[in-house]
């Protein structure tokens, strides 16, 4: 058996730097395998439970596609159509999918969730976002940064955005896994929990990373390879909009922002869904409701050379495949 048999993907932080890469690197010839349509049927014949308790594009769309590929049959299970929560607490739900389904991906409210789904399913769970973390969102990024680059070796990624959400968190704790150097650009009251900091930086102190948290954005764009932006506000905060958007404003990635970025070869992420077009339904209810424009990057970057935001989301699919096949499939992989 792998290392990765049975291992359940809750945290980047329960991976090492070597199985990280690993499944960076499995993704790559997953990729390619896709690309030459060559079948990979690792899970021929299991089912995957996908639990969703708030919307989703690319997970949901990454993970149906890769079972499919992979020759297993993923069951959606969306909010309105299990009872957890509602008549089942996450115990009893836990043990009966456990009992039909050889793995279960869970988005939803809270990390508790996950982790108590994963200690009684007794198949793997994968995390595909709850309120502190989105791992398997981290390995397409990482993944990304290491096709345009070749290496992850030496890099520096800027995230502008605010310090306290999972996206966040969890890029943080991996660039610190992985020894990519890395900097939040935030305002003061949004910086990031300081216990995930002195995770980070504990990490880092093993991978040789510089992990830093800066108010100025142009202090943290300047000597960055990639620069990393999000939502201002999460589907929940919608209460504290406009508060919200008044603080992020400095941090809006537009053009004057990346002037900064020296090094002519920068690439720019997003983890999407993008708030960049002012003419959408959407941003006109926010002008309508708030008086206010809350785009966290501007048109001309989101379509500019150095955007890789759809190679990104393309990778979600590859890097989640790779996640499942390497916990269910029967794999030969090199002690990592
Ligand atoms: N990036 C991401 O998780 O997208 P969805 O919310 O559409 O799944």
Redesign the pocket.
Known sequence: HSVFQGRHLLSTRDYTKDELMWLIGFSEHLKDLKRRRVPHRYLEGRNIALIFE?????????FTTACIDLGAHPEYLGKGDIQLGKKETVLDTAKVLGSMFDGIEF?GFKQQHVEELAEHAGVPVWN??TDRE?P??MLADFMTMKEHFGTLEGLTLAYCGQGRNN?QNSLMITAAILGVNYVNATPAELEPDPAVLELAQGLAAASGATIRVTNDPVDAVRDADAVYTNVWAAMGEEAHFAERVRLMRPYQVNAELIAHIKNPNWIFLH???AFHNAETDYARDIQEKHGISAMEVTDDVFFCEHARQFQQ?EN?MHTIKAVMAASLGELYVPRV
Not at 54 to 62: D, L, N, P, Q, V
């Open positions: 708030k919307t989703s594009t690319r997970t949901r769309a990454a988005r595909g976002l989105h398997t969102q996206v983890c999407l869904p989301a979600r």
